[in-house]
């Protein structure tokens, strides 16, 4: 981060390119509810096990609209808010296009769409398929990853991101621990993902302990692929309780609030895993444990962009600087 | 901070995923060769024994499924007292739905008949449970219903498919290439439809009545392992029997499934 070793480290807002779109923010914001919402629906289709209730595509039994009715109601019906948010996309990405003059803006905007484009693809191609699993979990993946596109979408046209440069040091690790968090639940979700496809959620089909024992037999690799996901929650809650505690020691209200809020989600979330596995994968818990996942990615990566906005590099990061700074000074 | 760096923190992320998505084609299991040579194949010549018998069940019975019909109305006002589904199907002890097929004795190559078997849709459910057919015979399915069903069988060995029956009276055809056991065929919409289509290599076969009888015809004379098999009892339920027959008799053969 040599950029800040200057005195003033910032170029200053330039044009009304740094002006805040009011409407344009909302919008982001309404597309980033409407892609959880997105997510929930998917997850029904799998918890429901709707996947192949329409067995055409993109056409739904050679119908744009076939009647609701059975497996079709939740296959067809995620087909639709799916059309709904790449329709979203492809507005706000004109839309940005026209407005925007942040040429990483307007690029991520573009990869947005494109991202949008390859997730129905990819629908596309494991309802052709028959559900191959490594489809499934990717188009699982992409769906979590283009979430947290729209996040960065909405936070970089938002006051906060548009306001005054940061002042305040990381003193207390916060942007490292919001990163180390963020990409732990992503790897997290990309074992779910594929516990989720390869069937193994009920693998180990007792809980807290994995057949009356603390670490079980790996006798199949779906045991395998389950225990890694229940080893995988202990880590995120091992990352967003350091992320908690760094969030509170640094005097940030916005970053401690975000630490509380990443963490009781995480909680929420490992109950919810719970009772996916107590009711037998019951649809309810299963989809909201889907949901309740991506909502853990989100707020972790919006705690990583805020802290990165929020806060300078820390001591660790910046004593080569201070050195500098301190020669200057003395100079 | 400029933009950048999440940017390409977000591209690095969806690198896994193309690894993962280019993998996915692989899995499928390449279409079967077609094994059937329907004209080289020497016609072996139809006997005039038969095996008539009954297949007994010895067990409890588990209760019948309530269907939740209400996801589909069609397939409610279909059912105006409401579907229970009873997969184990018991009168005057024998057990309905039984595939009793010639094993092993049947040495010879049997061509596919020419006629269609049907698996028809009717009132939100399948008439038969259990489909018996020679590999490469034709699968006539049909949809008798004033809704909509897909039609997915899960086979291990033949060529998965999947196809949609929006309207009444369509009919596909379909066949399998291979033998194979209980290929589960279910309707995706409808996730209380179950049926079982068996691929065999030989025509010898029948399917228990609903009290349990059954009636292989047309066999030549010779020694012959049957055995019976039930759907949702599975294929480690199934029991066989040895059976010696000759030309122009018709022997008994008596089965009992375990529950
Ligand atoms: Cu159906």
Same mark, same amino acid.
């Given at each position: 981060?040599?950029?800040?070793?200057?005195?003033?480290?910032?170029?200053?807002?330039?044009?009304?390119?740094?002006?805040?779109?009011?409407?344009?923010?909302?919008?982001?914001?309404?597309?980033?509810?409407?892609?959880?919402?997105?997510?929930?629906?998917?997850?029904?289709?799998?918890?429901?096990?709707?996947?192949?209730?329409?067995?055409?595509?993109?056409?739904?039994?050679?119908?744009?609209?076939?009647?609701?009715?059975?497996?079709?109601?939740?296959?067809?019906?995620?087909?639709?808010?799916?059309?709904?948010?790449?329709?979203?996309?492809?507005?706000?990405?004109?839309?940005?296009?026209?407005?925007?003059?942040?040429?990483?803006?307007?690029?991520?905007?573009?990869?947005?769409?494109?991202?949008?484009?390859?997730?129905?693809?990819?629908?596309?191609?494991?309802?052709?398929?028959?559900?191959?699993?490594?489809?499934?979990?990717?188009?699982?993946?992409?769906?979590?990853?283009?979430?947290?596109?729209?996040?960065?979408?909405?936070?970089?046209?938002?006051?906060?991101?548009?306001?005054?440069?940061?002042?305040?040091?990381?003193?207390?690790?916060?942007?490292?621990?919001?990163?180390?968090?963020?990409?732990?639940?992503?790897?997290?979700?990309?074992?779910?993902?594929?516990?989720?496809?390869?069937?193994?959620?009920?693998?180990?089909?007792?809980?807290?302990?994995?057949?009356?024992?603390?670490?079980?037999?790996?006798?199949?690799?779906?045991?395998?692929?389950?225990?890694?996901?229940?080893?995988?929650?202990?880590?995120?809650?091992?990352?967003?309780?350091?992320?908690?505690?760094?969030?509170?020691?640094?005097?940030?209200?916005?970053?401690?609030?975000?630490?509380?809020?990443?963490?009781?989600?995480?909680?929420?979330?490992?109950?919810?895993?719970?009772?996916?596995?107590?009711?037998?994968?019951?649809?309810?818990?299963?989809?909201?444990?889907?949901?309740?996942?991506?909502?853990?990615?989100?707020?972790?990566?919006?705690?990583?962009?805020?802290?990165?906005?929020?806060?300078?590099?820390?001591?660790?990061?910046?004593?080569?600087?201070?050195?500098?700074?301190?020669?200057?000074?003395?100079? | 901070?400029?933009?950048?760096?999440?940017?390409?923190?977000?591209?690095?992320?969806?690198?896994?995923?193309?690894?993962?998505?280019?993998?996915?084609?692989?899995?499928?299991?390449?279409?079967?060769?077609?094994?059937?040579?329907?004209?080289?194949?020497?016609?072996?010549?139809?006997?005039?024994?038969?095996?008539?018998?009954?297949?007994?069940?010895?067990?409890?019975? &588990?209760?019948?499924?309530?269907?939740?019909?209400?996801?589909?109305?069609?397939?409610?006002?279909?059912?105006?007292?409401?579907?229970?589904?009873?997969?184990?199907?018991?009168?005057?002890?024998?057990?309905?739905?039984?595939?009793?097929?010639?094993?092993?004795?049947?040495?010879?190559?049997? &061509?596919?008949?020419?006629?269609?078997?049907?698996?028809?849709?009717?009132?939100?459910?399948?008439?038969?449970?259990?489909?018996?057919?020679?590999?490469?015979?034709?699968?006539?399915?049909?949809?008798?219903?004033?809704?909509?069903?897909?039609?997915? &069988?899960?086979?291990?060995?033949?060529?998965?498919?999947?196809?949609?029956?929006?309207?009444?009276?369509?009919?596909?055809?379909?066949?399998?290439?291979?033998?194979?056991?209980?290929?589960?065929?279910?309707?995706?919409?409808?996730?209380?439809?179950?049926?079982?289509?068996?691929?065999?290599?030989?025509?010898?076969?029948?399917?228990?009545?609903?009290?349990?009888?059954?009636?292989?015809?047309?066999? &030549?004379?010779?020694?012959?392992?049957?055995?019976?098999?039930?759907?949702?009892?599975?294929?480690?339920?199934?029991?066989?029997?040895?059976?010696?027959?000759?030309?122009?008799?018709?022997?008994?053969?008596?089965?009992?499934?375990?529950?």
């Amino acid at each position: 981060m040599s950029v800040h070793s200057g005195a003033d480290p910032r170029p200053q807002a330039q044009g009304p390119s740094r002006s805040f779109d009011r409407w344009r923010h909302r919008f982001s914001v309404l597309m980033v509810g409407a892609t959880l919402f997105l997510i929930f629906a998917g997850g029904l289709v799998t918890s429901t096990g709707s996947g192949l209730a329409v067995p055409d595509w993109p056409l739904s039994y050679g119908m744009l609209m076939p009647p609701m009715v059975g497996g079709i109601f939740y296959e067809h019906g995620h087909r639709m808010v799916a059309t709904g948010v790449g329709f979203l996309t492809l507005v706000f990405a004109f839309w940005t296009a026209r407005r925007e003059t942040r040429p990483g803006v307007r690029r991520l905007a573009w990869a947005a769409l494109g991202i949008v484009i390859a997730q129905g693809v990819l629908g596309g191609i494991t309802v052709r398929f028959f559900l191959p699993p490594a489809v499934s979990i990717a188009h699982a993946c992409l769906a979590q990853t283009f979430f947290c596109v729209l996040i960065a979408l909405s936070y970089g046209l938002s006051r906060e991101w548009l306001g005054a440069p940061a002042t305040n040091s990381d003193t207390t690790g916060v942007r490292g621990a919001a990163l180390a968090a963020t990409l732990v639940v992503w790897l997290q979700l990309l074992v779910g993902a594929t516990m989720r496809h390869l069937h193994a959620g009920l693998a180990i089909p007792d809980f807290p302990l994995a057949f009356g024992q603390l670490v079980p037999s790996f006798t199949s690799t779906a045991i395998a692929v389950h225990f890694g996901h229940r080893v995988g929650a202990v880590l995120v809650l091992a990352c967003l309780l350091r992320l908690l505690v760094a969030a509170q020691r640094s005097r940030d209200r916005s970053l401690a609030r975000m630490g509380v809020l990443a963490l009781g989600l995480a909680l929420v979330q490992v109950a919810l895993g719970a009772a996916t596995i107590l009711t037998a994968k019951a649809v309810v818990p299963t989809t909201f444990h889907v949901a309740t996942g991506a909502a853990v990615l989100g707020t972790c990566w919006l705690t990583t962009l805020r802290a990165w906005r929020r806060l300078r590099p820390g001591p660790a990061m910046t004593r080569p600087v201070a050195s500098v700074a301190g020669a200057a000074s003395t100079a | 901070m400029s933009f950048k760096p999440f940017a390409r923190l977000l591209l690095l992320g969806s690198v896994p995923l193309a690894a993962a998505c280019g993998g996915g084609e692989a899995e499928k299991p390449a279409a079967a060769p077609a094994t059937q040579a329907p004209a080289a194949a020497p016609a072996a010549s139809a006997g005039s024994a038969s095996i008539a018998g009954k297949v007994s069940f010895d067990g409890a019975v &588990p209760a019948a499924e309530k269907v939740k019909l209400s996801a589909d109305p069609k397939c409610a006002e279909m059912h105006k007292g409401g579907l229970e589904r009873q997969t184990v199907h018991v009168k005057d002890g024998g057990l309905a739905d039984v595939l009793v097929y010639v094993k092993s004795g049947a040495n010879g190559s049997y &061509p596919a008949p020419a006629e269609d078997v049907l698996l028809d849709q009717h009132g939100c459910d399948y008439t038969p449970h259990m489909v018996a057919m020679v590999a490469g015979q034709k699968l006539k399915i049909r949809n008798s219903d004033d809704t909509l069903h897909n039609i997915h &069988p899960r086979p291990q060995i033949n060529a998965e498919f999947n196809v949609g029956q929006p309207r009444k009276g369509m009919e596909s055809e379909k066949s399998f290439d291979k033998a194979e056991m209980l290929i589960p065929v279910g309707c995706d919409v409808h996730p209380w439809m179950r049926a079982y289509i068996t691929v065999l290599s030989n025509p010898f076969f029948a399917v228990t009545g609903e009290d349990g009888t059954f009636t292989i015809k047309g066999l &030549p004379a010779g020694e012959y392992e049957v055995e019976a098999v039930h759907g949702k009892l599975g294929k480690d339920k199934a029991v066989a029997g040895k059976i010696t027959v000759k030309d122009g008799e018709a022997a008994k053969l008596d089965l009992t499934l375990k529950g």
